[in-house]
């Protein structure tokens, strides 16, 4: 490490921690780095001791409507640190972390005053403040700073527990609170949101006046952990059912069909060419989670991605319909992630000739 990067470090810790008598000694692991790491991607020049007393300039906010359209903002031009961007504070015992993470997760956050649903690798944090040592004002700012000085974007315009956004959810406060990883209504919350150019971040603040969690994403693809069903097993299943259950993968919350959905698409393309007489629904249909109307409108979205799809690989459209039933035909309750991901399909229906 060089004496530059080592003196920016420090710099960056001090004005994240007020930390003094910093050494210029590089951290054992990188990726154990204290919350001002974000600092670093920074300009030296820009910085200054003085940032240290001062409060978090007020988070920007993407839009002062409810309505957040990710699509359109702009893309970061500086670097962000490495995944999970934000750390314990160095006053943290090691002994009390409490860390939670995976490679592959999904996790829920609100964008605008909307549950968004995101996917990718995910690593949540939680300490006290009395370990760390730090105030909740202290906790909030640095870790509210940190955020922005990487350029992120606060997208919530709701929290948790505002009336609104529990009705338009579903109202039940348990279960959301459960998907957002919200422990207790005293918690702030702050979402983040980090597009680049190797993918979407997000970092989500909630400070009470004991306790901190952050959580950090990365959004990615992962390839389905269930095998495609082969155009014989979707004949004989709609020849003795007149249905088939279909695990499509599409990027979240949109019905956009992802790579690694295609070979199921290229099976029923295969089936249609092979059975000339064969028309089918194509049905879409989400599990209970979010706003009942986005759910019909997204589940005939994907439905009518499969169907454009199917007529890209040269099946006819006369042979084809599109419908979307949202939530309304569940194939289990919605009670766990397996049910809901269970739930969350596409449906061929075989429509007998007339």
Known sequence: MTKQ????????????????????KAPVDPVQAPVASAAASVPQAAATPAAAAAPAAAP?????????????????????PPFPFVDYPPSVDKKTYSTKESDFDQVHVIVGDKLHAVEGRVRKISFALDNAKISQFQAQRDYTQAALNMGGIKVNTAKPHDTAFLAANGDDQT???????????????????????????????????????????????????????TAAVMKSELDSNGHVALYINFDTDKAAIRPDGKPAVDEIAALMKKEAA???????????????????TLSRERAQAVVQALV???????????AGHGAEKPLTDNSSDEARAKNRRVELVKIARG
């Open 278 to 296: 064969l028309r089918l629904s194509v049905e879409g249909h989400t599990d209970n989670v979010g706003n009942k109307a986005r759910n019909v």
């Open 5 to 24: 990067l080592n003196a920016a470090l420090c710099l960056s810790i001090s004005l994240a921690f007020a930390v003094s008598g910093c050494k210029p």
């Open 312 to 322: 890209s690989d040269g099946i006819d459209s006369a042979r084809l319909s599109a």
């Open 175 to 229: 279960e959301l609170d459960k998907k957002l990883g919200y422990e207790f209504h005293t918690y702030s919350y702050e979402v983040y949101f980090l597009p680049t150019a190797t993918g979407r971040k997000w970092i989500v603040v909630m400070v009470s006046d004991t306790d901190v969690d952050i959580i950090s994403v990365e959004e990615k693809q992962t390839a389905s952990s269930l095998k495609v069903v």
């Open 60 to 80: 920007a906010a993407a839009s002062s409507a409810a309505a957040v359209d990710l699509d359109k903002i702009a893309v970061l031009a500086k670097p962000v």
